[in-house]
C-alpha cells in the first residue's frame, strides 16, 4: 500500500514538474529577454545622463570603490526600491491595479537602469568577489541554457519566420519605396 503511494506521488511530482517547467522557462525567458534587451539600452542612456559634470564625478568615485563599496553599491538599486515595490502591491490591494503595476514596471526600469550602469562601472572590482564571480558565471549559464532552448523553440523560430517575411514584404512595398524617394527628394530640396 505505501508503495502504491510512493509510486503516485512520484507520478504527480513528476507531472506537476512537467506542467510548470514550460510556463516557468517562459517567464524565465521573458524576463532574461526583458534585462538582457534593457540593460544595454537603459546603461547607455545612464552613461550619456554620466557626461554631465557632477554625474561625471561621481561615476569616478563609483569606478575607483574597492569590491566591498562596489557590491554595496551594486546592490544599492534592489534594496533602494524595495519600498516602492511594497507601495506599488498596496496599491494593487487597495484596487488600483493599474497604478500598482505601472509603478512596478517604472520600479523595474529605474532599477534596471541604476544596476546596468552600476555594474558597467564596477564590474572589475565585482569579480574579485568571489561569491559574486560565480554566482555570475552560474547566472551566464542559466541565461545562455534559457536562450538557446528559446531559440530552439518552434514559436520563437516561427516569430522569426513571421519577422523576416514582414521585413522582406517591407522592404519590396512600393509604398514603402515611394515614401522613402519622396522623403529623400524632400531632402535634397531641403539641403539646397
Not at 517547467?21 to 517562459?26: A, F, I, M, Q, R
Not at 546596468?116 to 558565471?137: D, E, G, K, P
Not at 522569426?160 to 512600393?174: C, F, G, N, P, Q
Amino acid at each position: 500500500m505505501n508503495d502504491d503511494r510512493a509510486t503516485t506521488r512520484k507520478t504527480l511530482l513528476w507531472r506537476l514538474r512537467r506542467l510548470l517547467t514550460g510556463p516557468l522557462v517562459l517567464l524565465a525567458a521573458l524576463l532574461i529577454a526583458f534585462e538582457e534587451f534593457a540593460w544595454d539600452e537603459l546603461s547607455d542612456l545612464l552613461a550619456r545622463l554620466g557626461r554631465w559634470p557632477v554625474l561625471r564625478q561621481l561615476e569616478a568615485a563609483v569606478a575607483r570603490a574597492s569590491p566591498p563599496v562596489a557590491l554595496s553599491l551594486f546592490l544599492l538599486p534592489v534594496l533602494g526600491l524595495l519600498p516602492v515595490k511594497l507601495a506599488a502591491v498596496l496599491l494593487i490591494s487597495r484596487g488600483h491595479a493599474v497604478l500598482g503595476l505601472l509603478v512596478i514596471l517604472l520600479a523595474k526600469l529605474l532599477g534596471t537602469a541604476v544596476a546596468a550602469r552600476l555594474f558597467s562601472l564596477t564590474r572589475n572590482q565585482l569579480m574579485r568577489v568571489q561569491w559574486f564571480a560565480r554566482a555570475y558565471q552560474l547566472f551566464m549559464r542559466f541565461k545562455n541554457y534559457i536562450h538557446d532552448r528559446l531559440v530552439a523553440s518552434p514559436a520563437w523560430q516561427a516569430a522569426h519566420r513571421l519577422l523576416d517575411a514582414v521585413r522582406t514584404r517591407l522592404r519590396r512595398s512600393s509604398v514603402w519605396s515611394r515614401l522613402g524617394r519622396r522623403m529623400s527628394r524632400q531632402w535634397q530640396h531641403l539641403r539646397k
